[in-house]
Structures are given as C-alpha cells and as structure tokens.
C-alpha cells in the first residue's frame, strides 16, 4: 500500500552553494551583481511555483526483485543486486517539484531569457536532489518510530538509469507504485514528467551493506561519480 511523502516547500529548498556548484561556479567566486540579480529572480521565481509531493510504497524482498529484474536489461553486475537483498526494509519512491515549476522552465527558455532559465533550471534540479534526500530522513525517522532499531542503520536511495540499473526499470517501477496520483507520469522515453522528479528505491539496513567499489563495467562511463560522495558520507558517519 502506498503512502504520501510529506514533502513542504521549505524541505526542498537548495542550498546556495550547491546550485552555484551546479552552474560551475567555484566557491569563493565573487559573484557579480548583474547575476546576483538573476539568481534573486530565480530563487522568487521557485519559490511561487515549486509544488513538491510523494509518495512511497514497501516491498517484500521478492516483490522488489521483480521490479528491479525489470525489462532484463541491467548490467550483469549492480551494486543493487548484491545490496538490496541484504536489506531490512526497502520501499519505492516518487518525488516531484510539480509541473508549475517546469512550466516556469521551460516558458523562460522560449521567452530567450536564458540566464534566468538557466539559474532556474539548476536550482530546481539541487531542489529536486534535496527534496529526495529529504525523503531518505522521513523514510528513516518512520521506520525507527515502527521499531527500527539497527544502531548504525541508514538509508540510501538507488534509481534507475544509474549504477547498472536500466533506465526502462522504470516501467516496472512506476506500475507497482503509481505516482500518478501524486502527477507523476512516465513518457515513452522512461522520462517522468514533470521533468523534475526522482524516483527509485529506498534501501534501509546496516550502513555496512551500502559501501562497494566502483569498479563495475559501467562506472567508466559514468559522468557524475555520486556515489564517491555517498560513500565518503557513510564512512564519515561510522567514525562518528
């Protein structure tokens, strides 16, 4: 049974630093004032429209390995496939920031004004990152009001099109789930619309059963290496 992600528009919003990351300004930049301006008129303009909701659905391990097998498509070797059977708790996931935002997007590009469009778009896709981050904690604080009681627990979210996951898994993924209830819809492309959505699956268990080694086949075509940063993250929490 699904059940609603309470998401509020104060949990998404990005962090400055991140969406100047995200437009390949590095930090300390002075940043100047004709663009300071522009991101001021982004950060008002995700403000008015940003619409953020989910929704979430448990799975029993077999379930979820039906809708990870998906169209036969993964890589031969996943870090999900090794990681999601050790799981104690698992549940898919949607998140959206709304269609108004995208809206808002994509109506600045086809008014020309591309820097602000431009601001705006990475703004939402940081937005879209911590709106799914934020879903993890929920999802975690949840589970341990249930009685999760594993000391060195955590949560971690895996998505499709990534780490070996096949893009189409989404198929699968969104006919267990249903996030249409939620405006979330899946084109031909296994693209969702709104355009900023996350979806996939919410691993809880030991943070021992999350770390790998990104020596798969496909981590050489991988561009955004995220994961070194989730890793780094976890070993840091053990230490603590």
């Known amino acids: 049974m699904s059940e609603p992600i309470p998401l509020a528009a104060a949990d998404v919003a990005p962090p400055r630093a991140a969406v100047l990351a995200q437009l390949g300004i590095p930090a300390g930049t002075v940043i100047a004032e004709r ?8 950060s008002d303009l995700l403000a008015a429209t940003v619409a953020p909701a989910g929704v979430l659905a448990e799975l029993s391990g077999d379930a979820f390995a039906a809708v990870y097998a998906g169209e036969g498509r993964n890589a031969v ?14 549940a898919l996931f949607a998140i959206t920031l709304g269609q108004p935002l995208s809206a808002a997007v994509a109506e ?26 934020a879903a993890e904690r929920w999802y975690g604080r949840t589970l341990r009001e249930r009685g999760w009681a594993t000391p ?25 789930l249903r996030p249409d209830g939620v405006g979330i819809a899946l084109n031909d492309s296994c693209l969702m619309q709104p ?46």
Not at 35 to 42: P, S
Not at 157 to 163: A, D, H, L, V
């Open 77 to 90: 070797r996943t870090p999900l496939a090794v990681i999601a059977p050790k799981a104690e708790h698992r």
């Open 152 to 176: 060195d627990g955590a949560v971690l979210r895996y998505s499709p099109g990534y780490c070996g996951w096949d893009i189409t898994g989404q198929r699968q993924l969104f006919a267990a």
């Open 195 to 240: 355009l900023k959505s996350v979806s996939g699956v919410l691993i809880a268990g030991p943070r021992a059963i999350h770390r790998f080694s990104p020596d798969f086949d496909f981590c050489e075509r991988c561009e955004e290496r995220t994961c070194r940063e989730r890793l780094a993250a976890l070993a840091a929490a053990a230490r603590d």
């Open 35 to 42: 663009i300071e301006r522009i991101y001021e008129r982004a």
């Open 108 to 133: 600045c590009f086809a008014g020309a004004d591309f820097a602000l469009a431009y601001v705006l778009d990475a703004m939402a896709s940081v937005a879209a990152d911590v709106a799914a981050a």
